[in-house]
């Protein structure tokens, strides 16, 4: 993992936005890249006047939307899909999808990553609507790069730690989002519930 992590810092250094691009759409595509550490690199270097900030934000949006992974299910990949159906991730990225539906790809775009390729293929294989897919994908990657982005501009000399930290910190906002919408679904079910036996007047 250093080395993946030293190849691609280098490459951002020798490369700039281009390789914002590639390692974010490896990144999108399932790829174990280090995207998120490059991203707030990046924010440090268009601080340092390393490479220019509408230039990076449009490579970098470019490559995480050009990753998302929407037509291969749509038009194949059924041994792929075979596979990650019987997973942990496909099973709850299905349920999310189900019940959140335009949610559930906003969200993963920046929040729920972990979720973010099983819902594209998901949402390809069910035919949901590539236009409406691509604007929920662009909107929420855009809230990502800016996010990130933006952090790594602010601590442009103490970016690493902040990685640090938000690494610490992910598993309980992911905790947090999951909760909430396990109690919001809750609450759905028994006012629907309540409604359907309610006494009538």
């Not at 281009?18 to 999108?28: K, N, Q």
């Not at 490479?51 to 038009?75: I, N, T």
């Not at 075979?82 to 775009?109: C, H, N, P």
Request: one cysteine or more; glycine letters at 14%.
């Amino acid at each position: 993992m250093a080395n993946g992590v030293e190849t691609a810092l280098g490459s951002l250094e020798a490369y700039g936005p281009a390789a914002l691009g590639l390692v974010l759409l490896l990144g999108a595509l399932g790829v174990p890249v280090p995207a998120t550490m490059v991203l707030l690199a990046a924010g440090a270097f268009v601080r340092q006047g390393a490479f220019e900030l509408p230039l990076g934000v449009g490579m970098a949006l470019a490559g995480a939307v050009g990753g998302d992974s929407y037509l291969m299910g749509r038009y194949g990949i059924r041994r792929m899909l075979g596979r990650l159906e019987r997973g942990v991730s496909w099973r709850k990225a299905e349920a999310t999808f189900e019940s959140q539906g335009d949610w559930s790809i906003l969200l993963t775009r920046f929040l729920l990553t972990p979720l973010a390729l099983p819902t594209n293929l998901i949402a390809g294989s069910d035919r949901y609507p590539f236009r409406r897919f691509v604007g929920l994908c662009t909107a929420g990657e855009l809230v990502w790069v800016l996010f990130f982005g933006g952090l790594g501009y602010v601590f442009a000399e103490s970016w690493p730690r902040v990685h640090d930290r938000i690494g610490s910190l992910g598993p309980w906002l992911v905790g947090g989002v999951v909760l909430t919408f396990g109690v919001y679904e809750i609450c759905i079910y028994c006012r629907g519930h309540w409604k359907h036996h309610a006494p009538a007047h």
